[in-house]
């Protein structure tokens, strides 16, 4: 019996090993699930591998150049699993001249395996590798997983420019990477890729506040600064909502605008047919008989039919409650003409005229009418209606305008979220570039947002 | 199942053999590479010191996959550029040989599929069709044999370098070509979640519940 026994099954552990590069201490935290191991002291790239920890590596930066915002080490859990903190990176793009840095964090269990936060400028990322392939378009402008779009935002070589603890994979200061992203907030695919492997990853936009209670970490987070790729757009949530409260309030309307019609007696209290001698001269004013108006206050609608043909009527109208004396004076003009010319047949005015009168209370009134038109045109035949209680359709008109108005604004607030996020992207504006596309990307927030519930 | 047993012709240890269509295993005890013949056990090698593993899986982990338990009764280690990874080798109770690979835990579960017309090289990003399923070449991985533990359905101990070509679908299907052999040998299966095999006899680590 050479080898003492049954394999055995031992707790694996936390090794504690020294750095060959400066002899400082280093924690070994992934039991031997690393590749390469950054030691925080003299930032030599260690191959964790090689249990001599060769040196692959070495490259020269301030330790506190970069110190990560989530230290090597802390645990927190990550929708349900916990996780602990074990590598660090920032990697570097450059469009048009310009550096711009996000931060990876490698996170580790020792069943579940591996995980990554990102962060730029304040936004952050929970990333997890792929399992199944996206279907991306023939031309690389979208691509499809698990039935939801994404479309392409940005490809870039990403340069690693400063790591520290364990990665699994060969990590190295100045290695270019071609990365590839594709958005659907909140969510955003990524592709990493050389001629050996394809590496496809999904992320999801978390608050930083969310990452700081996980992680139990004192102070703030940083405040999020301009709008990420994959930022859910405060107002695609406000959009869907805002018109589901519109269309449930137009249906309130409606109801209400049946009820008041289905209500209204719309009742002809008055009706006369009287004759104006344009020609006679003197006081053409005259009162009719007394009629009555019943129920609760409400409006009355005056209708004027004037048998007026190239020619105008104006009617003086009083109201005058007979009880209170109280009086509503209005004038109205009833005129039409028409006639040919070298366009053709033409016509002007009409020869009606309806006027609303709102809130009249109840009680006995007539009308004191007065007409006038030019002299001597003859007779003037017209006839008056009253009808009470009228439904007036055209306030309901104006309730829906004034409902619309902050849907509308929403709506235009989250267009204008949309163009602000494409204006950081290989793009102007969402692949397309229309007015449309921004449309479509919102139609699409809706439809996820649809799902989610 | 058979439990068939018998004595290690190098150390005279009893092997109790798990699973009776196994055609190799390891002594316990002297770690002697044993393989079956229809008379007794013939010694073809001798394990060396295995790799520490940082694996959550041991010899005897038990689980769930689709409708079958299944129990792990052996293990090939590999290594490659990223590390070692384990092809732990498992028995369903109905009595299928699977495979339970975790690559730095990231686990697929497949099973041997028959001879299916295999490419003697692929490019990352091909395509190839199996039982209706489209796969796409996603790694091409050198590796080398770094040993074996237990029970395994072939003889599999004097290998070194491996190439093997992993595939990846639109679903969570997933395919391995193993060109240790000639004709290459393929897997097909899935990419799994930890949790969904329900794994119990797992390893413990320190400082981790």
Known sequence: MSAGGPTPAGAPQVGSLNCPGCGASMTVRSFGNAVTIVCESCHSVLDAQDPKLRILQQFHAATSEDPPLIPLGSRGSIRGVLYEVIGFQRRTIEVEGISYSWHEYVLFNPAKGFRYLTEYDGHWNDVSILRALPDVSAGGTTLKYLGETYRHFQTADAATAYVLGEFPWQVRVGEIARVSDFVSPPRVISCEGSDKEVTWSIGEYLAGRDIWKAFKLQGDPPVPNGIYENQPSPMSSNVKGVWTLTAMYLILLLSLAVGVYLMESDEQVFEQTFEFNSSGGGEASFVTDVFQLKGRTSDVELTTNAGVDNDWIYLNYALINQDTGNAYDFGREVSYYHGYDSDGSWSEGKTTNTVTIPSVPAGNYYLRIEPESDPNRGLIRYSVTVKRDVPQASFFGLAVLALLVPAGLVTWRSLNFEHLRWAESDYASPPGGSLLNSVESLADAFKSSGEDE | ?209
Not at chain 2, 99 to 125: H, I, M
């Open chain 2, 1 to 209: 199942m058979m439990q068939p047993t018998a004595n290690c012709p190098n150390c005279g240890a009893k092997i109790a053999f798990r699973w009776s269509g196994s055609v190799q295993t390891v002594c316990d005890f002297c770690k002697s590479i044993l393989i079956r013949t229809d008379l007794d056990l013939q010694k073809v090698g001798q394990v060396a010191d295995l790799p520490s593993s940082s694996s959550p899986i041991q010899i005897g982990t038990e689980g769930i996959f689709g409708k079958h338990s299944f129990s792990v009764i052996g293990r090939i280690i590999y290594a490659y550029d990223e590390g070692n990874w384990n092809e732990w080798h498992f028995v369903t109770n109905d009595g299928t040989s699977g495979w339970l690979s975790d690559a730095q835990l990231v686990y697929a579960v497949t099973f041997a599929a028959g001879a299916q017309n295999l490419p003697r090289e692929c490019k990352v990003g091909q395509q190839y069709t199996w039982n209706n399923q489209t796969y796409i070449v996603s790694t091409i991985t050198k590796a080398y044999y770094r040993g074996v533990e237990g029970e395994l359905p072939f003889e599999y101990w004097d290998k070194s370098d491996v190439e093997f070509v992993d595939l990846m679908s639109q679903t969570e299907k997933f395919a391995t070509i193993d060109y240790s052999d000639d004709p290459p040998l393929l897997f097909l299966g899935e990419t799994v979640e930890f949790e969904s095999l329900k794994l119990k006899n797992l390893r413990t680590f320190e400082g981790w519940l």
